[in-house]
Nanobody, 114 residues
């Protein structure tokens, strides 16, 4: 199953963006799906994940501001990002984890201006 992220763009500090991740097959075939990000000069880091059972986990830096969700009807996963900060600027990747492998989508760039 291949994943494709979309929805990135340029937004002012304090603004909102919604990212979406579409799958070539069932996105719910993965045990865990989520979002990672990589800022310039930094390592890739976990942003938020959601399990097949609906349990979620967020990076401390985004708790209370970001919400991960799935849309069963559209077979997509999303990330609602509110109260964006310049430090949220990064390339955001959607990923699906199985017990033995992971599938990474291409990234979508989010730029937050101060």
């Amino acid at each position: 199953v291949q994943l494709q992220a979309s929805g990135g763009g340029l937004v002012q500090s304090g603004g909102s963006l919604r990212l979406s991740c579409a799958a070539s097959g069932s996105i719910f075939s993965f045990n865990v799906i989520g979002w990672y990000r990589q800022a310039p000069g930094k390592q890739r880091e976990l942003v938020a994940v959601i399990s097949k059972g609906g349990a979620t986990n967020y990076a401390d830096s985004v708790k209370g501001r970001f919400t991960i969700f799935t849309d069963n009807a559209k077979n997509t996963m999303g990330l609602q990002m509110n109260s964006l900060k310049p430090e949220d600027t990064a390339v955001y990747y959607c990923v699906g984890h199985d017990t033995s492998s992971s599938s990474w989508g291409q990234g979508t760039l989010v730029t937050v201006s101060s």
